[in-house]
């Protein structure tokens, strides 16, 4: 009896989480398959490619309205997600530690920043980014991430300073430190997980728009790859361009892929292990 | 090295509350200073004041003779060792070490140099490359010892550093900072509520009691002379026996013996109907294992003894007793504020454990009124401080 029991819950144990994983990771390996496939191929009724091959992504290395969204991309994301992080462990600090009139306030604003339905706010933006020449450029994309980044990476990491005991801070500064010295050294290092976590979702928002993307661009100057993915026509305009879509998505997918396996040690870590007594 | 001067040293909290009431001390250089008392005396707000990790209300705090008031917490240079360690988990040994010293912009082969000679001190040396975590609370410790002694500080800060280990270790490592303190011979202030570590610690003990500073003392002198009732119940263990003392004539009638006063302590209480009487449990002893001419310098009398403990190296025996309400009263709030409970009015006594008294019995014991102290019930104040009970 006990035998099927365990028997039943391990397959419970391995069973479940092999069908979610299969489940999730279906349509990344259909995309996958579709970006080796041949234009001509991508009808081909089955699941693998006939021929493989590499002429997708080729064609959108060729691209220049991808490349160019590649570039703005990676460098939009990047500057929204160290400016938002920075500012965010400096404001989180201060949230963590001092006492000071309207701490709530701010808190629950953010919050209430970081529930906005992002759609209701494009219309708005397009009228001001247009009058102010902010409409197609880098900065007018990076203000609305990091304003919708930063209250999430405050709360993120107000929680983990909240964590960390005050005699670090203390013996810090009698060993000698100044309170920025204290903060660098001894609090950030301390802080890192949540730094991390911090950035990946910041960089993750970023990334992953498509609604200002598409709405507050209209050229190559900042248009993000999300968004130009809708204009891709591929190799020539008579062919539906699906196998390259789908080498483009691919490609835009690695980044995020690749920080998620580099950082997730760095994440889950619980760095704070043996601070005080334990 | 130096000297730290407390000048009616006030805190007030934002809401209002006292914590430090008017503290003046006098820290000389090179002294083992102790501040105790049961928590939330205030102990620890004087010593962060002297760190300067609280602010002053009023007062001055002078270290090595200047004003250090308006000085942050690094430029006092003064080294503090934490009740619960605060070592950098993100750094190793030595490098938690040598925090201080890279703060003070040192050479590498400097820095190397005073970190291995603080771990030979503290036999940390195998340990150097592991990281806090991965020590045991003894070693997490020391370690914290070393980031403190490492640098020329002027003065080492203790908060209640033994209060997290297991009673065998700290007694190990309280003969370990006992023996650093020596060596160095730096000034050294130490908070702790345990009253073994304040008595074979401190050159001299500083005992405080809801932010106001009681008595500062020796270790002997607190124990032989204390001040007050708090002082008296406070040091000692078991406390000193407190029970009611009435006056008659020229003697005392305590609830199992009378006791017969000299002159100049008659003196002294005169005017007064009800006193308590102090008296330690070690000087009470079985009356069949003294001699005659001992007997004499002291009180026999008879006692039912209820319970007793018979711990190897001493017997402990209990023995109730009556107390009038308003003694009883003064006793149960004394014992409130000493962080224990009251149960009932009994006396403690410590026998030679060669007696032979069971519980139960009737048993003829003996105490040395010589070394009796009488206290004023509603002051506190102990009226015989100065005077000896030897008979005139």
């Given amino acids: ?278 | 090295m130096a000297a730290i001067t407390l000048e009616n040293i006030v805190k007030t909290y934002g809401d209002g509350f006292q914590a430090v009431k008017d503290v003046s001390l006098d820290i000389d250089d090179g002294e083992f200073m102790i501040l105790v008392g049961p928590s939330g005396c205030g102990k620890s707000t004087v010593l962060r004041m002297i760190a300067g990790l609280e602010d002053i209300t009023s007062g001055e705090l002078q270290i090595g003779g200047q004003r250090m008031n308006e000085k942050a917490p690094r430029e006092r240079n003064l080294a503090m060792v934490f009740q619960n360690y605060a070592l950098y988990p993100h750094l190793s040994v030595y490098e938690n070490i040598a925090f201080p010293l890279r703060l003070q912009k040192l050479g590498d082969e400097e820095i190397r140099r005073k970190v291995e000679d603080a771990a030979a001190t503290l036999e940390l040396k195998e340990h150097l490359d592991r990281k806090p975590s991965q020590l045991s609370g003894g070693q997490r410790q020391r370690v914290a010892m070393g980031r403190a002694i490492v640098r020329e500080a002027q003065a080492f800060l203790f908060d209640e550093p033994l209060s997290n280990l297991d009673a065998k270790l700290r007694g190990q490592m309280r003969t370990e900072i006992a023996r650093l303190q020596r060596r160095l011979g730096i000034t050294t202030v130490y908070v702790t509520h345990d009253q073994t570590e304040a008595m074979t610690l401190g050159d001299r003990v500083a005992v405080l009691r809801k932010g106001q500073l009681q008595q500062v003392a020796s270790p002997r002198e607190l124990y032989e002379r204390p001040v007050n009732l708090f002082v008296a119940g406070f040091i000692g263990s078991p406390p000193m026996n407190f029970v009611p003392a009435t006056v008659e004539g020229n003697a005392v009638e305590l609830p199992f013996a009378r006791v017969e006063l000299p002159r100049d302590v008659c003196a002294r209480i005169e005017g007064r109907n009800l006193l308590i009487a102090g008296i330690r449990p070690d000087h009470f002893e079985d009356a069949q294992l003294i001699d005659a001419d001992q007997r004499g310098r002291g009180v026999t009398f008879q006692a039912q003894i209820d319970v007793t403990e018979w711990l190897g190296n001493e017997l402990f025996a209990y023995i109730p007793f009556e107390a009038p309400a308003e003694v009883n009263e003064r006793l149960t709030s004394l014992a409130r504020e000493l962080d224990s409970e009251n149960l009932r009015t009994q006396l403690v006594v410590s026998l030679d454990t060669a007696s032979r008294i069971k519980p139960g019995e009737t048993a003829e014991l003996w105490f040395d009124s010589a070394r009796m102290h009488l206290f004023d019930p509603a002051s506190g104040e102990n009226l015989t401080r100065d005077l000896s009970f030897a008979p005139a």
Avoid at chain 1, 178 to 194: D, E, H
């Fill in chain 1, 1 to 278: 009896m006990g035998g099927r029991r365990s028997a039943l819950s391990r397959l419970g144990t391995y069973g479940g989480p092999v069908l979610v994983i299969a489940w999730t990771l279906f349509p990344v390996l259909w995309i996958v398959s579709l970006s080796f496939k041949p234009e001509s191929g991508i009808n081909n009724e089955k699941f693998l490619p006939d021929t493989w091959t590499l002429e997708n992504y080729r064609t959108v290395f060729d691209t220049p309205l991808f490349t160019s969204a590649l570039r703005n991309s990676i460098f939009i994301s990047l500057i929204a997600t160290v400016l938002s992080v920075m500012i965010a462990t400096v404001a989180a600090y201060a949230i963590a530690r001092l006492e000071f009139p309207g701490k709530k306030l701010i808190l629950s604003l953010a919050l209430a920043i970081a529930m906005f339905p992002a759609v209701s706010l494009v219309g708005p933006l397009f009228d001001i980014w247009r009058s102010v020449g902010l409409y197609d450029t880098w900065l007018g994309l990076i203000i609305p991430y990091m304003s919708f980044t930063l209250p999430l990476s405050i709360w993120t990491l107000s929680a983990f300073f909240r964590e960390i005991p005050w005699e670090m801070e203390q013996a810090a500064q009698i060993d000698g430190a100044t309170s920025w010295q204290a903060f660098r050294k001894v609090i950030v290092p301390l802080a890192a997980p949540g730094v991390f976590t911090a950035a990946i979702l910041a960089f993750f928002f970023a990334w992953n728009d498509f609604v200002f993307g598409i709405s507050l661009t209209s050229t190559d100057a900042a248009r993000p790859v999300p968004a130009a993915l809708a204009f891709f026509t591929g190799a020539s305009q008579f062919e539906r361009p699906a196998a390259a879509i789908s080498a483009a998505a691919v490609i835009v997918t690695i980044p995020v892929v690749v920080l998620v396996l580099l950082f997730q040690r760095r994440i889950v870590a619980g760095l704070t292990a043996g601070a005080v007594k334990g």
